[in-house]
């Protein structure tokens, strides 16, 4: 089966940090960009950041702009995104996915993205 396995989720106080990983499964890496998504309760599923297939581009929402960092390891094939400085509205199911390219492309574009995994629950409370 072809599919992510995203882990690394967790509950952390306001200010923590964690970081989430994306294993692909059943594909190689080399040739796709990958994006991190979230949806929180009740909210439509937003795109997080994106990382091209060399990591030669990288890309953030706004909302995690200097916050959040994109990484990848083809050789393992995993992404990791890591989170700092985290806030009570960055709680949410975080899952990654694969772009059938090999650059990203607007966070807001969706429907280009393959392979999604299951996601990971992050809880951001005090």
């Known amino acids: 089966q072809l599919q992510f396995v995203e882990s690394g989720g967790g509950l952390v106080q306001p200010g923590g940090s964690l970081r989430l990983s994306c294993v692909a499964s059943?594909?190689?890496?080399?040739?796709?960009?990958v994006g991190w998504f979230r949806q929180a309760p009740g909210k439509e599923r937003e795109g997080v950041s994106c990382?091209?297939?060399?990591?030669?581009?990288?890309d953030y929402a706004d909302s995690v702009k200097g916050r959040f960092t994109i990484s990848r390891d083809n050789a393992n094939k995993t992404v990791y995104l890591h989170l700092n400085n985290l806030k009570p509205e960055d709680t949410a199911v975080y899952y990654c996915?694969?772009?059938?390219?090999?650059?990203?492309?607007?966070?807001?574009?969706?429907?280009?993205?393959?392979?999604w995994g299951q996601g990971t629950q992050v809880t951001v409370s005090s």
């Open positions: 059943g594909f190689t890496l080399d040739y796709n960009a």
């Open positions: 990382i091209s297939s060399t990591s030669g581009y990288r």
């Open positions: 996915a694969a772009l059938r390219f090999s650059g990203c492309l607007s966070l807001q574009l969706q429907n280009d993205y393959i392979y």
